[in-house]
Antibody
Framework: QVQLQESGPGLVKPSQTLSLSCAVS??????????WSWIRQPAGSGLEWMGR???????NYNPSLKSRLTISMDTSKDQLSLKLTSVSAADTAVYYC????????????WGQGTLVTVSS | QSALTQPASVSGSPGQSITISCSGS?????????VSWYQQHPGKAPKLMIY???NRPSGVSNRFSGSKSAYTASLTISGLQAEDEAYYYC???????????FGGGTKLTVL
């Protein structure tokens, strides 16, 4: 059973960089027909797909975030990373990492999520 | 504004069946058989309930079923139980650069 666990600071100041990690266990992030996404959810709102990285390291980003977002992976640690620059209050949300099926783009395993608040 | 349109809320009594709709366009729901549905209880991560329009992951009750007609996908829950009370989100493959799109979510209340 694949398990994902997000970690990172819960509070980030405006204009700074938000950095999160996602540890994957129960499977390697560099094998299989999967990809790994970051998805966020502002309080009381719906889900927003942010971007993804494939097992080969190729990335795709939501155009609305592309200029500020970097997703990377460390295969030696089975870990994903997210960096979002120049954050504002609008970036306050619960951030999830999730495994996506290469065909169809559904996400079958999710982390429990981590709340990030952007505030001075 | 979400790319996919869902009703804000639906309700039903225990034992009844309900259906949640998810409307999109030719670029997503209408053009591909890659609609998925997620259940989210308060404070919890979403859980995949249906993928590729009609398929249930292992462990998901067969009370949950999915379908699609033209640009609208549907999630049907039969034999409603109290534990089904949650938010439900649809999602779809899209050929737009947004890659994956979600609906705004539907709150299911079990009366």
């Amino acid at each position: 059973q694949v398990q994902l666990q997000e970690s990172g600071p819960g509070l980030v100041k405006p204009s700074q960089t938000l950095s999160l990690s996602c540890a994957v266990s129960g499977g390697s992030i560099s094998t299989g027909t999967y990809y790994w996404s970051w998805i966020r959810q502002p309080a009381g709102s719906g889900l927003e797909w942010m971007g993804r990285i494939s097992t080969s390291g190729n990335t795709n980003y939501n155009p609305s975030l592309k200029s500020r977002l970097t997703i990377s992976m460390d295969t030696s640690k089975d870990q994903l990373s997210l960096k979002l620059t120049s954050v504002s209050a609008a970036d306050t949300a619960v951030y999830y990492c999730a495994r996506g099926r290469a065909t169809g783009r559904s996400h079958d395993f999710w982390g429990q999520g981590t709340l990030v608040t952007v505030s001075s | 504004q979400s790319a996919l349109t869902q009703p804000a809320s639906v309700s039903g009594s225990p034992g009844q069946s309900i259906t949640i709709s998810c409307s999109g366009s030719f670029s997503d729901v209408g053009g591909y058989n890659f609609v998925s549905w997620y259940q989210q209880h308060p404070g919890k991560a979403p859980k995949l309930m249906i993928y590729d329009v009609t398929n249930r992951p292992s462990g998901v009750s067969n009370r949950f079923s999915g379908s699609k007609s033209a640009y609208t996908a549907s999630l049907t829950i039969s034999g409603l139980q109290a534990e089904d009370e949650a938010y439900y989100y649809c999602s779809s493959y899209t050929d737009r650069s947004t890659y994956v799109v979600f609906g705004g979510g539907t709150k299911l209340t079990v009366l």
